[in-house]
């Protein structure tokens, strides 16, 4: 589970509950059912109009890659790579071939692959990072989709309160129904824009930046791999990799 991402939601609606109550509110003053119904089906539905299905259905299930966490230990990736470029320049790159059992990346292993077939170096430069660049920019499809939502719900909010507010103009003459409508008008624009705010955007931007490290991650692999294929010399290739690794990930790699 990503902490930073749930906790982060949380901890803002606390804050502004909190600042509420400090100020006199009541929580419960927020709680209009007609308000979220207008601002969050409105919001899924216009959501649901601007993308064909397919791509709606993965946008939502992409909030879950904001929510966890996927370990990859960069540093036990360079080690592998590195015992790899070793057994190429002792053995040949044709011994990789007895060693491919043992990866379980499906990407390192395909990259492999190409290597122990013999691809020529440009052919398999190209067909890898082909393959990096249609992944990312199709999976980044789905933090479009939450950026969709953080831009629709805050007009969609607006919405809710100019309903809100046509219905109190349709009851002056009983004030009992006064509180009611206004209430709901102005928590509609609340829904809108907290939901925008503190949930659909930070959402998009942490998919985003984990689809970033995904593609670098993949990045490193298809050096080392295209690496082992030159012949470059494993010292070389290890400081190599930890350029690629980044600044984050450098000390992982010389740990290990």
Known sequence: MDITTIGGILFAIACILGGQAIEGGHASSLMQATAAIIVFGGTTGAVAVAYPL????????????????????????????????????????????????????????RALQFLVDGVDATVARDA????????????????????SFGGFSPTVGILGAVLGLIHVMENLADPSKLGSGIATAFVATVYGVGFANLVALPLATKIKRKLNLEKERKTLIAEGVLSIQEGLNPRVLE??????????????????
């Not at 890659?65 to 996927?70: D, I, L, V, Y």
């Not at 059992?101 to 990407?107: E, I, R």
């Not at 990930?249 to 010389?254: D, R, T, V, Y």
């Open 54 to 109: 397919p791509d709606f259905i993965r946008g939502m299930k992409a909030a879950k890659r904001a929510m966890t966490n996927e370990h990859h230990d960069i540093g036990k990736l360079i080690a592998d790579i590195l015992e790899l470029a070793g057994v190429a320049r002792r053995d040949g790159v044709l011994a990789l071939e007895s060693r491919m059992a043992n990866v379980t990346d499906p990407f390192l292993k």
């Open 128 to 147: 890898l990072e082909t393959e990096i660049h249609a992944e990312f920019e199709e999976e980044s499809l789905t933090a479009k989709v939450w950026e």
């Open 239 to 256: 400081e190599k990799l930890r350029a690629y690794a980044g600044p984050h990930l450098a000390p992982k790699a010389e740990a290990a």
